[in-house]
């Protein structure tokens, strides 16, 4: 399960909740095999000022960010600030959502992925994926089918593989810093991608 969960919002019969609901000043921590952390599904929310460390087997997620499913408004206009993730396998922006903005959050730890998106018009700004030596596997992945991410003026550092993929079309990646990584600095798969500073 997750230690908090912001329900999706309501239609077509599904329950109504999670949405316009601010979560701010919290620790999450422990050992919980395949569990989330924040599992958001509401939209219009605000989280910020925040601790994540969570250890176990199993895929554990710090961060998800997920639309609803069938019958039911995806997950969209969500503010993420100021937010350390210390451990897990891989944070998420999954492909049903829009407008999500990750702000000045810290990223130290993650066997998989340092944040995946797959969301449409995703704003990643100043946030740093450090992991020492080698602490996380890949920076961040844009995948296949999300348009219109932003990367700016973020740091990625000490990452056991690929610094940024952008599988992803219409992305851009301004002034970021890409240091002491194994992999590429920036693999670009996905059209009419820009890179610059």
């Given at each position: 399960g997750a230690a908090l969960r912001l329900h999706q919002s309501g239609g077509g019969g599904a329950p109504p909740g999670g949405r316009q609901c601010q979560v701010s000043n919290f620790r999450i921590a422990g050992?919980?095999?395949?569990?989330?952390?924040?599992?958001?599904?509401?939209?219009?929310?605000?989280v910020s000022n925040g601790y994540i460390d969570l250890?176990?087997?199993g895929t554990i997620k710090p961060i998800s960010v997920e639309g609803a499913g069938t019958g039911a408004?995806?997950?969209?206009d969500v503010i993420i600030s100021n937010v350390n993730v210390a451990d897990g396998t891989r944070s998420e922006i999954l492909g049903?959502?829009?407008?999500?903005?990750?702000?000045?959050?810290?990223?130290?730890?993650?066997?998989?992925t340092g944040l995946l998106v797959?969301?449409?018009?995703?704003?990643?700004?100043?946030?740093?994926f450090d992991g020492g030596t080698s602490?996380?596997?890949?920076?961040?992945?844009v995948q296949s089918g999300a348009d219109?991410?932003?990367?700016?003026?973020?740091?990625?550092?000490?990452?056991?593989?690929?610094g940024i993929t952008l599988t992803g079309d219409t992305s851009a990646v301004t002034d970021c810093t890409i240091e002491?990584?194994?992999?590429d600095a920036i693999v670009v798969i996905g059209d009419n991608n820009v890179i610059q500073g």
């Open positions: 050992n919980m095999a395949g569990a989330t952390g924040l599992h958001l599904r509401g939209a219009d929310c605000q250890s176990g087997g408004a995806a997950a969209s049903t959502t829009e407008r999500v903005l990750i702000e000045s959050c810290h990223f130290t730890a993650a066997s998989e797959g969301g449409d018009y995703t704003k990643v700004l100043n946030c740093s602490g996380i596997a890949k920076g961040i992945e219109g991410v932003e990367i700016k003026g973020c740091l990625i550092r000490g990452c056991s593989g690929v002491a990584i194994t992999g």
